[in-house]
């Protein structure tokens, strides 16, 4: 699957794109064409979705296994829960309080009855905590991308975006009356080249990037970018999911990292990543969070997130400030899984949370997803049509709370994986390590 521009990337694929490729099915034959298709591939172990975990989301989990037919413990290397906050006492405990409180939910919208003091505590240590003057607080990250981009742009508008950008910013557009462009990924010239090109157009130029790529786990260049929205009046409007509680030096993101804080117009973080919920955060000026409220339909028409998630969040910004330690672990086992994959000759490096193992052409990702899967490694495969078929690869998420040993297992089942499936000029100790050669 390829977009207007040939370029592909992110997290934004249709699967129908692929079912319908040479097609013309009616909605029955289509529903049943691919319900069979997908469960074959299930059932054969070939497409490893929905597994079933029977435990708390930690660094271990308890999950069914389908092929096996009983449960089993298997290291989870495919969880966002960056900072293992699912699992400290402190927010358990907080949740537990919050529920006997506030009860179970809040049962309609923030405008309507659906705004208490959690919701406004939250939206107040956010605002402090990301350096802003005012946070809205949205039911979901893909929620507050299709609002953030569907409410806040007129026709006049224009809007430049990174083509790996999250299929919730493409959503957005497709309910925004803005124009929209794109840019190659990272590719700060072309940015300029459409920036140069937009001077002359009528209305404002907002400019949309990640703070960390999800299938890459690389960062935007947000120095240079935010250089060149100052440069030609553009707004900047940064995506952190990944990044909140694990960029900068104390996990505030990574606007932290680049010392703009202040400086980036719009900033959304999602509360399902590092703080290990759902929800998400919209940090901005008084103005732009008074026009969200009131225009961003996601957030007007669908219920406020329950007091329980809440908790959670609040009781995550406390640990991420009194605890430092464990945001430093997280960056630990970042560079300490870096430090053991280069010499194999991956050429990863210590950027975020995620770490991509691109997969070569000679290995089967779904066999080698497989042998990770039977070796009790839990990590998720990027296949095509998420990635172009030459981009595939194993995506590692790691943890605060995963210990050394963790790691050594997982990086010598890497080395299984690569002796079991790849290629001979694709095996690891044929490859050249950039660190080591
Ligand atoms: C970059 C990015 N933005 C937005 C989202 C959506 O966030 P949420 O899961 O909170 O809806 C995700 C989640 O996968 C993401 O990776």
């Not at 959690?118 to 107040?124: A, S």
Request: with cysteine; net charge negative.
């Amino acid at each position: 699957m390829s977009d207007r521009n040939g370029m592909k990337g992110g997290e934004n694929f249709d699967l129908r794109d692929m079912l319908d490729q040479g097609k013309q099915l009616a909605f029955d034959q289509r529903i049943r064409y691919f319900s069979g298709w997908i469960n074959g591939l299930m059932d054969r172990g070939e497409a490893l979705y929905l597994r079933e975990v029977l435990s708390a989301a930690s660094r271990e989990v308890e999950v069914y296994d389908r092929y096996a037919g009983k449960p089993r413990k298997m290291l989870m290397f495919g969880s966002n829960n960056y900072l293992g906050l699912t699992e400290h006492p402190y927010v358990i405990e907080q949740v537990r309080q919050a529920v006997e409180e506030y009860g179970a939910g809040v049962g309609g919208p923030p405008l309507l009855n659906g705004y208490t003091t959690l919701h406004r505590e939250v939206e107040e240590r956010l605002s402090a905590f990301k350096r802003k003057e005012e946070t809205v607080i949205f039911q979901s990250g893909y929620g507050a991308n299709v609002g953030i981009l569907s409410c806040l742009l007129s026709e006049n508008d224009l809007i430049l975006y990174d083509a790996f950008s999250h299929a919730s910013v493409h959503d957005g557009l497709r309910m925004s009356r803005a124009a929209a462009a794109k840019f190659a990924h990272n590719d700060t010239d072309m940015l300029e080249e459409l920036l140069v090109a937009a001077a002359d157009s009528p209305g404002d130029t907002f400019v949309c990037v990640e703070g960390v790529y999800s299938m890459d786990g690389d960062t935007a260049p947000l120095d240079e970018m935010m250089g060149l929205c100052r440069k030609y009046g553009a707004y900047l409007v940064l995506d952190d999911a990944h990044g909140t509680g694990v960029m900068g030096a104390t996990g505030r993101g990574t606007p932290q990292l680049y010392g703009l804080e202040e400086e980036i117009d719009i900033v959304m973080g999602t509360f399902s990543k590092s703080f290990g919920v759902v929800g998400a955060a919209v940090s901005t000026s008084k103005p732009i969070a008074d026009y969200l409220r009131f225009f961003a339909r996601p957030y007007m028409f669908s219920s406020s997130i329950p007091p329980a998630v809440l908790a959670a969040v609040l009781a995550g910004i406390d640990v991420l400030e009194n605890e430092p330690e464990r945001h430093q672990r997280l960056r630990d086992n970042i560079d300490y899984t870096v430090e053991r994959l280069r010499p194999l000759g991956f050429d990863v490096h210590p950027i975020s949370g995620v770490i991509p193992l691109p997969v070569p052409r000679s290995m089967k990702i779904r066999d080698a997803a497989f042998t990770f899967h039977k070796q009790g490694i839990f990590i998720n495969s990027i296949e095509y049509p998420a990635v172009p078929v030459d981009q595939q690869r194993f995506r590692i998420s790691l943890m605060a709370t995963h210990t050394r040993e963790d790691i050594d297992r997982l990086v010598s089942c890497v080395e299984q994986v690569w002796e079991e499936h790849a290629g001979e000029k694709d095996q690891l100790r044929a490859r050249e390590s950039p660190k080591a050669a």
